[in-house]
Nanobody, 124 residues
Framework: QVQLVESGGGLVQAGGSLRLSCAAS????????MGWFRQAPGKEREFVGF????????YYADSVKGRFTISRDKAKGTVYLQMNSLKPEDTAVYYC?????????????????WGQGTQVTVSS
């Protein structure tokens, strides 16, 4: 059973930074694509970015490009989302996701495994 557990969410002022972590367990993730989605109240789930577990490929939504960075620590089995220059519109629940099929997709349905989510609130 694959498990993804996010942590690191919280309240931050606009312009600040947060780093989210996603601890992955239960399978060998060496061939997976790992990603992040977010969902704000009253809005649809939104793609944030993904990275291949080998880190040879990454991709970000235009809304976060240049501000957010995804990385992974193979030894710890953990994926990170570093968020800088945060804006109030970044407020959302952030979800860690995993795709064993390596679809390299921005579509939520391509990701088989989801974490429980962690709340990020950016105050103005």
């Amino acid at each position: 059973q694959v498990q993804l557990v996010e942590s690191g969410g919280g309240l931050v002022q606009a312009g600040g930074s947060l780093r989210l972590s996603c601890a992955a367990s239960g399978r060998t993730f060496s061939t997976y694509v790992m990603g992040w989605f977010r969902q704000a109240p009253g809005k649809e789930r939104e793609f944030v970015g993904f990275i291949s577990w080998s880190a040879d490929m990454s991709y970000y939504a235009d809304s976060v490009k240049g501000r957010f960075t995804i990385s992974r620590d193979k030894a710890k089995g953990t994926v990170y989302l570093q968020m800088n220059s945060l804006k109030p519109e970044d407020t959302a629940v952030y979800y860690c996701v995993a795709d064993p099929k390596r679809s390299f997709s921005i579509r939520a349905y391509e990701y088989d495994y989801w974490g429980q989510g962690t709340q990020v609130t950016v105050s103005s």
